[in-house]
């Protein structure tokens, strides 16, 4: 069964920490993806990475990074956390090529708060 | 460019009796549309996905999808509720040929009444 694993489901952080979340896929997928889902908002892309030490900005990259240094595992970093980005992370992969059907497969979410 | 419009936020059925989400998507090339539902605290997981063959779809848990391209419409339905069907769904199209991009839908929140 494929999997998508975020290793951390709930986190409580002060404002101004550093914060990692992790993520691991073991399907050899190409793509990575973080999402952030807020209520009435949907889901918005803060990276993704189509391969190793590859990353592009997505909608929403301000007061975050990412790290891919091995294929399966994919980190969003909060430099400084801060209040406004008390929200639920998704993190999701997909294939390429003659592998790709099309769908993301996503994690079961982080669930970061910051007081 | 490409977006999604879920037409409804919040949809209440009984259980037992239909269930009509509605979609309506704008696309620049021939997408590839999905649907995706989300139980509390929970991933997203794939209930069906339209890639330009049939465009009746059938999925899971007795799901379905018609892709209408005059429309540009992508409805769910299912005929019979369940309590378990109690969830948010989220429409999802896709470039064909940016396989990078995925555009979400605000998504629709169903709620089953007994």
């Known amino acids: 069964d494929v999997k998508v694993t975020q290793s951390s489901r709930y986190l409580v952080k002060r404002t101004g920490e550093k914060v990692f979340l992790e993520c691991v896929q073991d399907?050899?997928?190409?793509?990575m993806f973080w999402y952030r889902q807020d209520p009435g908002l949907g889901l918005r892309l803060i990276y993704f990475?189509?391969?190793?030490?590859?990353?592009e900005k997505g909608d929403i990259p301000e007061g975050y990074s990412v790290s891919r240094e091995k294929k399966e595992r994919f980190s969003l970093i909060l430099e400084s956390a801060s209040t406004n980005q008390t929200s639920m992370y998704l993190c999701a992969s997909s294939a390429v090529g003659t592998l790709n059907t099309g769908e993301l497969f996503f994690g079961e979410g982080s669930r970061l708060t910051v007081l | 460019a490409q977006s999604v419009t879920q037409l409804d936020s919040h949809v209440s059925v009984s259980e037992g009796t239909p269930v009509l989400l509605r979609c309506n998507y704008s696309s620049s090339y021939s997408p590839s549309l999905f649907w995706y539902v989300q139980h509390p605290n929970k991933g997203l997981q794939l209930l069906l996905k339209y890639t330009s063959a049939a465009t009746l779809v059938k999925g899971i848990n007795g799901f379905e999808a018609e892709f209408k391209k005059s429309e540009t419409s992508f409805h769910l339905t299912k005929p019979s509720a369940h309590m378990s069907d109690a969830a948010e769904y989220f429409c999802v199209v896709s470039d064909l040929y940016n396989f990078n991009k995925f555009y979400f839908g605000s998504g629709t929140k169903l709620n089953v009444k007994p």
């Open positions: 990475s189509y391969d190793v030490k590859m990353k």
């Open positions: 399907m050899d997928h190409e793509n």
